[in-house]
Nanobody, 123 residues
Framework: QVQLVESGGGLVQAGGSLRLSCAAS???????MGWFRQAPGKEREFVAY????????YYADSVQGRFTISRDNAKNTVYLQMNSLKPEDTAVYFC?????????????????WGQGTQVTVSS
């Protein structure tokens, strides 16, 4: 069983930065870890993932070049550094873990989810 707890959300002005953290309990080093987000009135969407061995990362086009996903397996923690934030980045951000999936970019491919952390970007 894996439990995920996100933190680091908040209110920031456009152009600013935030770093989200996802602390995991259980042996998550064997999981691909991802971040998703859900804006009000919209479906949850993929943001980024990082493979278990940190060999590769993948980003949604909307955040490519602005967001960076990383992980510290020794600390069982995944991070999402968000720079050059825009009002359209406003959403609840979720951390998720996928086991045994190749290139997981769909919600259904993830096995465990956190409760989410709110990010609000003001214009």
């Amino acid at each position: 069983q894996v439990q995920l707890v996100e933190s680091g959300g908040g209110l920031v002005q456009a152009g600013g930065s935030l770093r989200l953290s996802c602390a995991a309990s259980g042996r998550t080093f064997s999981y691909t870890m991802g971040w998703f987000r859900q804006a009000p009135g919209k479906e949850r969407e993929f943001v980024a993932y990082i493979t278990r061995s940190i060999v590769s990362t993948y980003y949604a086009d909307s955040v490519q070049g602005r967001f960076t996903i990383s992980r510290d397996n020794a600390k069982n923690t995944v991070y999402l550094q968000m720079n050059s934030l825009k009002p359209e980045d406003t959403a609840v951000y979720f951390c998720a873990a996928a086991f045994g999936k190749w290139n997981p970019r769909e919600e259904r491919e993830y096995d465990y989810w956190g409760q989410g952390t709110q990010v609000t970007v003001s214009s």
